[in-house]
């Protein structure tokens, strides 16, 4: 049954471990006999898990007209990870109509991918859409290299490149992109992990590289708890 205002009901197919922090889920039933893909190679749906009512966004892995696939990040806490870390196989789950943003320009030359273990679903299905001789580069954010989750070829070839979080678990990706070789031709370059990082490299994009809007997209996936955040949460666990 289709749920309202554009959203379906869909159910939990198969959940598969890609890695300890990475899980496949596989979602299906009739209803989402009506959803239909943008196209755009990062879209979205919003996810509603059983027994909430707030969404959470997740990246449209793969959709073959029957099967939506999502790769979920497992971390510490959260309304999802903790849904998704037991047995989720059987349940009913609503996703909303998906949306995109990765807006390729016509003159682009090369295109850029860069971001954290979020945004590897977005950065393998770009790899594998986007136009064939459009020469792509990836730099992947991870605990460690995922074997197979990109098409083959790209790491050999030196076009995938797997860089290691900090020592303490936060993201370098600004670091990392502030380091990189820019062609001199016109590019696209398309960012998403944590928040602060992306606001990082918005920041640099425009003022070091001076950079149009229309090369980029830099998006903000998620927020990483600061010590003033965390204590505020615990008073009120305590309260
Ligand atoms: C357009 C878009 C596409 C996205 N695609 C994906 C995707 O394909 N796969 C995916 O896993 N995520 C994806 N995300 C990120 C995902 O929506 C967030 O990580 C979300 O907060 C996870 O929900 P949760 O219920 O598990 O945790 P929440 O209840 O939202 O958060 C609980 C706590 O966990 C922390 N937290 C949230 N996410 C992370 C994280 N990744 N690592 C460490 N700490 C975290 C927060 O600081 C918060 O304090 C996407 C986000 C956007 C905006």
Request: charged share 20%; net charge negative.
């Amino acid at each position: 049954m289709a749920a309202r205002g554009g959203s379906f009901q869909a159910e939990v197919l198969s959940r598969t471990g890609l890695s300890p922090h990475l899980l496949r889920l596989e979602l299906g039933g009739p209803s989402l006999s009506g959803f239909v893909s943008t196209g755009i190679v990062d879209e979205w749906v919003g996810l509603v898990v059983p027994g909430q009512y707030a969404n959470r966004f997740y990246t449209v892995r793969a959709w073959d007209g029957a099967v939506l696939t999502l790769d979920v990040v497992l971390h510490e806490h959260g309304l999802v990870t903790e849904w998704a870390a037991g047995d989720c196989v059987g349940d009913t789950v609503t996703i909303t109509a998906p949306k995109g943003s990765f807006s390729l320009p016509s003159e682009a030359r090369w295109v850029y991918l860069v971001g954290d273990l979020t945004a590897l679903p977005a950065l393998a299905r770009a790899a594998e859409e986007l136009p064939p001789g459009l020469p792509v580069r990836i730099w992947a954010e991870a605990p460690a290299p995922l074997g197979g989750y990109f098409p083959a070829g790209l790491e050999e070839r030196g076009d995938l490149v797997w860089a290691g979080p900090g020592g303490d678990g936060t993201s370098r990706l600004a670091a990392l992109v502030e380091g990189l070789p820019w062609p001199d031709d016109p590019g696209y370059f398309w960012m998403a992990g944590e928040s602060s990082q992306m606001r990082a490299i918005r920041s640099f994009l425009l003022r070091e590289r001076r950079l149009p809007h229309s090369a980029y997209d830099v998006m903000g996936y998620w927020r990483a708890q600061t010590a003033g955040s965390r204590r505020a949460a615990e008073s009120v666990t305590r309260s």
